[in-house]
């Protein structure tokens, strides 16, 4: 019914910056909160950064300052801008929203991930 589709990721060096993007489609009636959770080899998916349909974020202690979360409600769309980037930001990086979907139901919807990795 819905499908939420990451880009952006990849390979840059520290103190460099990737901009994420999740565009969602389908059966959508609106769009709840949106998110961006990330999981590293060995540890939990945590939240990164969430953002609220009239635009209220909130961000991990470890990203606040370098990561910016953005949304654009009329392209179902959620950004993700990461500057100063760390090696311990290298990670999956998975967008999430919450979804009304057309009928009324209210779903919890993930994209597939995208690896960002940042490395010398």
């Known amino acids: 019914q819905v499908q939420l589709v990451e880009s952006g990721g990849g390979l840059v060096q520290p103190g460099g910056s990737l901009r994420l993007s999740c565009a969602a489609s389908?059966?959508?009636?609106?769009?709840?909160?949106m998110g961006w959770y990330r999981q590293a080899p060995g540890k939990q998916r945590e939240l990164v950064a969430a953002?609220?349909?009239?635009?209220?974020?909130n961000y991990a202690d470890s990203v606040k300052g370098r990561f910016t979360i953005s949304r654009d409600n009329a392209k179902n769309t959620v950004y993700l801008q990461m500057n100063s980037l760390k090696p311990e930001d290298t990670a999956v990086y998975y967008c999430?929203?919450?979804?009304?979907?057309?009928?009324?139901?209210?779903?919890?919807?993930w994209g597939q991930g995208t690896q960002v990795t940042v490395s010398s």
């Open positions: 953002i609220t349909a009239g635009g209220r974020t």
């Open positions: 389908g059966s959508i009636f609106t769009i709840n909160a």
């Open positions: 999430n929203a919450d979804v009304v979907v057309k009928g009324g139901y209210e779903n919890d919807y």
